[in-house]
């Protein structure tokens, strides 16, 4: 008896190869490229030694509310102000996300 195949079902095979990707030496079927590096070894050095982009960012926004809190931002314009605001705003949003995250992992 032949074999009998619905419309686009017919026999499939799919051969998986793996890939050897030489940005930052990572191996295997999916590979995310955060972007492009002058010194990619040197980038995975830094976020396996220092932190990742998230813990940098972290402390970038941190260091800068900490200055933004001695200075008198009143007679700056209104551009200026919105986007100390809304930058005020995301570090707040962020921070929500992190301590919802935290407790559903306990």
């Given amino acids: 008896?032949?074999?009998?195949?619905m419309p686009l079902s017919g026999p499939v095979n799919q051969a998986f190869q793996y890939w050897t990707k030489m940005t930052m030496g990572q191996v295997g079927l999916i590979n995310i490229n955060?972007?492009?590096?002058?010194?990619?070894?040197?980038?995975?050095?830094?976020?396996?030694?220092?932190?990742s982009y998230g813990r940098q960012i972290g402390q970038l926004s941190?260091?800068?509310?900490?200055?933004?809190?001695?200075?008198?931002?009143e007679s700056?314009?209104?551009?200026?102000?919105?986007a100390v605001e809304a930058f005020r705003q995301q570090v707040k949003e962020v921070a929500k996300l992190k301590e919802r995250h935290q407790r559903a992992g306990q």
């Fill in 76 to 82: 700056w314009d209104a551009e200026s102000r919105e």
């Fill in 34 to 51: 955060m972007g492009k590096s002058s010194d990619p070894e040197l980038e995975q050095k830094i976020i396996e030694d220092v932190g």
């Fill in 1 to 5: 008896m032949p074999d009998f195949h």
């Fill in 62 to 73: 941190d260091a800068l509310l900490a200055v933004l809190q001695h200075m008198k931002t």
